[in-house]
């Protein structure tokens, strides 16, 4: 029978939306178990306003994806994609404006990338499919775009779908008790993978901490190999903070400007005269010009009345000092380049920590969140770890390195 064929009927119970009202609906799963084509089905579903999936049509849809490439071979034109899903209706690719359409009801669904949370300033939807949200390049900044424009319609709602990783939005989104969250493992859809995958890969990776990511759907949140872990990092937060000997600014620029680039990491810290070392801030910057970075980390240095800009010049050269120069010439600037790899600059740091010598003032998410993802491989997004650089030159500079221009302050 026809109706045998329709996803009510063919998907899993944890496929199917959940029967409370919603607006963000988060699942969680290990690969092969059917995430994608949960969210597809529901996308297609509600672009026809199919009553099994929706009690209305949604006309104006956000595909978000890590890039571009990722929202149309897989959210799109793959195995369990949009477009392999569609059975009332097949939609039009419109590869050129990066969307698809629904000729029947009208609807639209535009391709968006979290390698650019800017293009999500200005269209307007209600309702979106996020896709690996844990490995979206600026997760936050993405994320935030896409809520401002989730505001038409009756009741905006909007699906994740993700293999967890330890980042810290899908840490916000777990701790949100309105948010119903689906786990998923492999094992749950072993009739659709390939004969003989489950077998191998359970026997390699059962029980591991890959295992348990990959396959389990299970939130890991430290990586085994990684300098830092988030049971050590919580219990450094100190509220008082006493006379500091030192305090520095280190910036870690990006190597370009635009949409695309980089973060320019920004962090203060200070030495004691008990020789701790007091992590003050962290006032890191996302897609910023070099003027903008160059004013918060002036306007930083001021506030703390700190000696000495850091400032890593591999990228920028000569050009981190003149823009420093150009916002405050009174600022002094050090120059340093890196000669060994990042891993091997850390690590000596980390050790400082594993020692009990350092503090932090507060909790820095950002800052943590690449702390203790932080492998001999980088970070598990790919990205440069620009907030830790910035981390790594500040405390070399106070702790490792020589003791320059002593001055006696006190934190307000």
């Not at 777990?174 to 003989?196: F, Q, V, W």
């Not at 702390?371 to 997004?381: K, W, Y």
Request: glycine share 8%; proline share 6%; with cysteine.
């Amino acid at each position: 029978m026809a109706v045998d064929r329709e996803w009510f009927c063919q998907g899993r119970d944890a496929q199917q939306p959940p029967m409370a009202p919603w607006r963000t609906w988060l699942i969680m799963g290990g690969r092969g178990s059917g995430k994608t084509r949960a969210g597809a089905e529901w996308t297609a579903g509600i672009a026809m306003g199919l009553p099994t999936i929706a009690s209305a049509k949604s006309g104006h849809i956000a595909l978000v994806g890590e890039t571009l490439a990722d929202v149309r071979e897989v959210m799109v034109e793959g195995p369990s994609g949009i477009l392999s899903v569609s059975r009332c209706e097949r939609p039009r690719l419109e590869a050129t404006r990066r969307r698809l359409v629904w000729e029947s009801t009208g609807a639209v669904a535009s391709f968006f990338s979290s390698e650019d949370p800017d293009s999500l300033r200005g269209p307007q939807f209600d309702a979106a499919w996020c896709d690996e949200l844990a490995k979206w390049k600026h997760p936050q900044e993405t994320w935030d775009m896409l809520q401002f424009g989730l505001r038409i319609g009756r009741f905006p709602r909007q699906i994740v779908t993700t293999t967890p990783r330890p980042v810290g939005l899908l840490r916000t989104l777990l701790a949100d008790k309105s948010i119903p969250l689906t786990r998923m493992r492999t094992a749950e859809n072993a009739g659709h993978l390939a004969s003989g995958f489950l077998e191998a890969v359970e026997s390699r990776y059962a029980g591991s901490r890959l295992g348990r990511q990959e396959l389990d759907g299970e939130l890991i949140e430290d990586r085994a190999d990684a300098l830092w872990s988030r049971s050590s990092i919580e219990g450094l937060v100190r509220k008082v903070v006493p006379p500091l000997r030192r305090v520095v600014v280190a910036i870690d620029p990006p190597a370009t400007a635009g949409r695309n680039s980089d973060a320019c990491g920004i962090v203060a810290a200070g030495i004691d005269h008990d020789g701790f070392g007091w992590v003050l801030a962290d006032e890191s910057l996302v897609h910023a010009k070099p003027y903008q970075w160059a004013r918060q980390a002036v306007a930083l240095y001021h506030r703390l009345e700190a000696d000495i800009v850091i400032a890593e010049v591999n990228q920028g050269g000569d050009m981190v000092a003149a823009v420093i120069a150009a916002e405050d010439h009174s600022v002094p600037v050090r120059s340093v380049r890196a000669m060994r790899g990042k891993w091997l600059r850390a690590e000596p740091v980390a050790a400082l920590y594993e020692q009990g010598r350092i503090r932090h003032t507060r909790r820095f998410p950002g800052l943590e969140d690449e702390m203790c993802d932080f492998a001999p491989g980088g970070l598990s997004s790919g990205r440069s770890p620009d907030r830790l650089d910035a981390l790594v030159w500040a405390l070399n500079e106070l702790m490792l390195g020589k003791d320059k221009m002593p001055r006696i302050r006190r934190m307000e």
